[in-house]
């Protein structure tokens, strides 16, 4: 069984101040790497997709993958309250025909306090 | 714009009695899937399919059904066997290739009364 596993939190950070959300996989063979946000509520929405080694920014949010120590990692800079939601993280297996599913963890409860 | 489509929003159902949720997708994706989300908990998955007339079964699929009849279209049924139905039911679609992520529809809130 192919795994992803996130800390569930809630992690509570002041506003402005750095989130950093971390995700370790199991399947080692795994090549595609997703950040998803979901508000309550609401349906997840896909905010950073990653598939090399190192970082890969977009705006205020960074995506780091380490496929050596299996752990890939999303930091939101400037975090502000309406960043406020459950991010999930999402992975790709590359093994046993199951590459047409992604595998998800079951989020990070984030809150940014004003 | 292009995107998913689910319908309804919310959705009553009785004992006993069959539902279907319906989601419709214009992206042109090949694949399509069926989750559901409980209160702190993450997502199953219940049924996907890749291609048109084909599917199968994921995690949780007793008491659920579905058909792929057309390339936009994978209409979930919540049977009467699903002895408990209510949460948070999620469609995505994907492109084929496995670099790809899913794009949600909203989401229907099922409510057991």
């Known amino acids: 069984q192919k795994e992803v596993e996130q800390n569930s939190g809630p992690l509570s950070v002041p506003e402005g101040a750095i989130a950093s959300l971390n995700c370790t996989y199991s399947d080692r063979g795994s090549q595609s790497f997703f950040w998803y946000r979901q508000y309550s509520g609401k349906s997840p929405e896909l905010i950073m997709s990653?598939?090399?080694?190192g970082d890969k920014e977009d705006g205020r949010f960074t995506a780091q993958l380490n496929k050596a120590s299996q752990y890939v990692s999303l930091l939101i800079r400037d975090s502000q309250p309406s960043d406020s939601a459950t991010y999930l993280c999402a992975v790709n297996p590359n093994s046993g025909g199951s590459n047409y599913k992604l595998t998800f963890g079951k989020g990070t409860l984030l809150t940014v306090n004003p | 714009d292009g995107g998913i489509t689910q319908s309804p929003k919310y959705l009553f159902r009785k004992e006993g009695q069959n539902v279907t949720l319906s989601c419709e997708q214009n992206?042109?994706?090949?694949?399509m899937y069926w989750y559901r989300q409980d209160p702190g908990q993450g997502l199953r998955l219940i049924y996907y399919s890749q291609i048109v007339n084909d599917f199968q079964k994921g995690d949780i699929a007793e008491g659920y059904s579905v058909s792929r009849e057309k390339k936009e279209s994978f209409p979930l049924t919540v049977t009467s066997a699903q002895k408990n139905p209510t949460a948070f039911y999620l469609c995505?679609?994907?492109?084929?290739?496995?670099?790809?992520?899913?794009?949600f529809g909203s989401g229907t809130r099922l409510t057991v009364v």
């Open positions: 995505a679609s994907r492109r084929q290739g496995g670099g790809y992520g899913y794009t």
């Open positions: 992206l042109n994706h090949d694949a």
């Open positions: 990653i598939y090399s080694n």
